[in-house]
């Protein structure tokens, strides 16, 4: 009697445990126990959402619900979440749902490498889902509006539908059939290799003129590469001193030399503008200008007396003059 009496005392209290485990895994009490950090998030409606529900990281359970209070307008949402969770100061709350049953939970994003881990009590920023209410009211009013459509057209014959075209046709008919007849005359003619656009499809001009278009663009650019290739030598050798014009590119001779000849043709400038030297004298100095006039009009005056006389005298003159 003893050990039955017990054996049912254990048996009591092991299902009493069970129950309470039970239980406080309903409500999140286990979670309460275990150490981790607080965090809060403000919403506008947190859709059923109850204490305990699980909060995910990427689908991962990392906490639970600890608090659902009305805060100046907004529902203000504390959660209890692990520690190794790694919550960062941008993570970002947002209440889901995992079904269609009004299983609601608080998903946090990983938030960005570089930010700091979220530090207890902080509160965390949030994005609104979607009502699945309203979602559904939409459905419903989608749904009755293509019953009406459906409706609309319930006992419309075919005939009705389509009576403005076939009146249309009646109304036009020759000009259809006139627009009609001269497409297949267009496209007979196209056919046959008529007309410009014919012509341009089956005849061969075209084609052979392009072809040599674009052969004589391939030798001309051919042409161009050995026009280019050479100036590039030419450049080359005159860029290594190669050539006449490489030399009095690159050589310094010439320009030495030319200086030179500069130099010099400066100081003799500057001689002659100070009546230096014979070339000089003969440019400043007025006596030689002078001179030069008075022999002139001596001259001048002699050929007159020459004309005068004759050749006999000239002679003489001349041999008098000589001897």
């Known amino acids: 009697m003893r050990n039955s009496l017990e054996t049912r005392i254990g048996i009591f209290v092991a299902l009493a445990a069970l129950a309470a485990v039970f239980v406080l895994e309903m409500v999140g009490?286990?979670?309460?126990?275990?150490?981790?950090?607080?965090?809060?998030?403000?919403?506008?409606?947190?859709q059923e959402l109850k204490v305990g529900d699980r909060v995910k990281i990427a689908g991962v359970e990392v906490g639970r619900v600890e608090k659902i209070s009305l805060d100046q307008g907004k529902?203000?949402?504390?959660?209890?979440?692990?520690?190794?969770?790694?919550?960062?100061?941008?993570?970002?709350?947002?209440?889901?749902?995992?079904?269609?049953?009004?299983?609601?939970?608080?998903?946090?994003?990983?938030?960005?490498?570089?930010?700091?881990?979220a530090e207890s009590g902080i509160e965390l920023s949030t994005t609104e889902q979607p009502d699945l209410g309203a979602v559904l009211a939409k459905l419903d009013d989608v749904a009755t509006g293509v019953e009406n459509l459906t409706r609309s057209f319930t006992g419309v014959k075919i005939e009705n539908l389509l009576g403005p075209f076939t009146d249309f046709l009646k109304a036009n008919q020759a000009p259809l059939t006139a627009t009609i007849s001269n497409i297949q005359s267009i496209t007979a003619q196209?056919?046959?290799?008529?007309?410009?656009?014919?012509?341009?499809?089956?005849?061969d001009d075209l084609y052979r003129s392009s072809l040599n278009t674009v052969s004589n663009l391939q030798t001309a650019t051919e042409d161009i590469q050995v026009a280019l290739a050479q100036a590039c030598k030419v450049v080359d050798q005159v860029n290594a001193g190669q050539g006449t014009l490489g030399k009095l590119v690159t050589d310094e001779t010439l320009y030495t030399e030319a200086t030179a000849m500069m130099t010099n043709l400066r100081e003799i400038s500057e001689k002659i503008n100070k009546g230096e030297g014979s070339v000089g004298k003969l440019v400043n100095d007025d006596e030689f200008y002078r001179n030069a006039k008075l022999s002139l009009q001596k001259l001048d005056k002699a050929t007159e007396g020459l004309e005068d006389q004759g050749p006999l005298s000239v002679l003489g003159i001349a041999v008098n003059s000589l001897f």
């Open 190 to 203: 196209v056919s046959r290799g008529e007309g410009t656009v014919g012509r341009l499809i089956f005849e």
């Open 29 to 46: 009490g286990i979670e309460r126990l275990k150490p981790g950090y607080e965090f809060h998030a403000l919403f506008d409606n947190v």
């Open 75 to 117: 529902v203000r949402v504390t959660m209890k979440v692990r520690r190794d969770a790694g919550v960062k100061t941008d993570s970002i709350a947002t209440v889901k749902f995992a079904g269609l049953l009004g299983q609601n939970f608080v998903a946090l994003s990983f938030g960005s490498p570089d930010a700091p881990l």
